[in-house]
């Protein structure tokens, strides 16, 4: 039971199409799914191509034929994972390849990141030149054009590169203050407030791991399929500013104190001074307003990534690194197309088990580990993002019931020997959307 790079997508071997259709809330099947064979494309630099990922032949790490048939035994229903072999959508276009051999010896921890800097390129250009021409003629139609091409296109690329930087630094070692660029210098334009990002997730989510109330982003008290309270939750995102820094100052972090306290004195005082100078257009189209799509953006993923918890959390003491612990925490979805231009965001119990695996590597250490998830059932769903279970279960469910639960049905994987009814999917689920009880175990050990 080896491990290769992945067996390249061909015409004479395409991928299964019958196991790649897609049906998203409010959307008809869509044939292809968007896993386009072209993504197996050979690198030839003579004849001007270049292979997906510098650094990588074709496709991300994948199990080995041996492997998939063993895992087809045992799970007769779990489907095939294509994320491995989808074309990469994070990046618009690609910087050239002497470009990006420069910056892989000089500038990148890593070849395989690459496409972020890519991305970065893409940004820069997109945002960056529609930020100065909306701050050199402001209007009210530009800056709403600017608002929601943003949020529309980049928005999620950006946080989901910025997560995976900060867990994973891209630049090299002796370039470490660049690893403060997106988070202080970038984040704003995106909606986000300057330097938050990390305290907020690494120093406090992945540390706490969801749990009431020491993660402030918690969703355990809520019943999480009641739009009420994720209404609720949504609100508490902006308690953030003075909740944030009473958590630092409780356990004694003067630095993260200093930097929740810059970040926000600093994000804050750029919109006022704007303003006072003639530049209240600009500067509510670029940061106001964008702050406050993407503070539902973040806290609509949030939600959705942990809306399925299982009571036990309340109860077990294992570590929060467990199999068992992060199968009740959260779940993992695959095969759909916010694995293209998220790098992989849907491996969420992989994340918070193994929180500096590479975005690359993330397909493939859920199927080497398979049966190590699979002892604990975990909620995994297959061809639908976290977006669509998060409108699933917050909207559909409220005006067609039956067709949210045979939605969810349809799209929740099986582990065991037969394929879950519609009223087993339903049954399973919703142990999982209900407030966790008070907690019997204050803190799982690390």
Request: net charge neutral.
């Amino acid at each position: 039971m080896g491990v290769h790079g992945a067996e390249p997508l061909t015409k004479a071997n395409p991928p299964d199409k019958a196991t790649m259709s897609s049906a998203t809330f409010g959307c008809k099947p869509a044939p292809d799914h968007l896993l386009d064979p072209s993504a197996a494309r050979a690198a030839d630099p003579a004849a001007g191509k270049q292979s997906v990922y510098l650094g990588l032949d074709t496709t991300l790490p994948d199990i080995d034929t041996e492997r998939r048939e063993e895992i087809r035994k045992k799970y007769p229903h779990f489907p095939d994972i294509y994320d491995q072999s989808a074309l990469r959508r994070e990046c618009l276009f690609r910087l050239p390849r002497w470009v990006e051999d420069w910056a892989n010896a000089n500038l990148i921890r890593d070849s395989r990141d690459m496409i972020m800097l890519s991305t970065l390129a893409n940004m820069f250009v997109c945002t960056g030149g529609l930020s100065v021409v909306l701050f050199l003629f402001p209007s009210h139609k530009l800056g709403l054009f600017l608002t929601l091409f943003n949020a529309g296109m980049w928005v999620q690329r950006f946080i989901l590169m910025m997560h995976y930087a900060e867990h994973y630094p891209l630049f090299k070692a002796d370039l470490g203050f660049l690893r403060y660029f997106m988070c202080w210098v970038m984040a704003p334009f995106y909606g986000i407030p300057t330097g938050i990002y990390r305290t907020h997730h690494i120093m406090m989510h992945h540390k706490e791991n969801n749990m009431f109330e020491k993660d402030l982003s918690s969703t355990e008290p809520y019943q999480r399929d009641s739009l009420v309270h994720f209404l609720h939750y949504w609100a508490m995102f902006w308690c953030l500013l003075f909740k944030l820094p009473l958590w630092a100052i409780r356990r004694q972090q003067w630095k993260i104190l200093r930097d929740v306290v810059l970040g926000f004195g600093i994000w804050a005082f750029a919109q006022l001074l704007l303003k006072q100078n003639g530049h209240g257009i600009y500067a509510f189209y670029q940061f106001t307003l964008p702050a406050l799509i993407s503070s539902f953006a973040l806290m609509f993923g949030n939600w959705s990534q942990h809306m399925f918890v299982h009571p036990l959390v309340a109860t077990c003491d294992d570590l929060l690194s467990s199999y068992r612990y992060n199968c009740a925490l959260t779940l993992n979805v695959f095969n759909h197309f916010d694995n293209q231009v998220a790098f992989n965001d849907g491996y969420h119990i992989t994340h918070h088990i193994h929180p500096s695996c590479h975005w690359t590597e993330m397909p493939l250490s859920f199927l080497k580990n398979l049966e190590k998830y699979a002892e604990h059932d975990p909620v995994v769903f297959d061809r639908c993002g976290f977006f669509d279970i998060g409108l699933n279960f917050l909207i559909r469910k409220s005006f067609d019931p039956d067709g949210a639960w045979s939605w969810a049905a349809e799209h929740l994987v099986s582990f065991g020997p037969e394929k879950r009814s519609v009223a087993e999917a339903r049954s399973f689920l919703e142990e999982r959307l209900t407030p966790i009880p008070e907690r019997t175990v204050e803190k799982a050990p690390k």
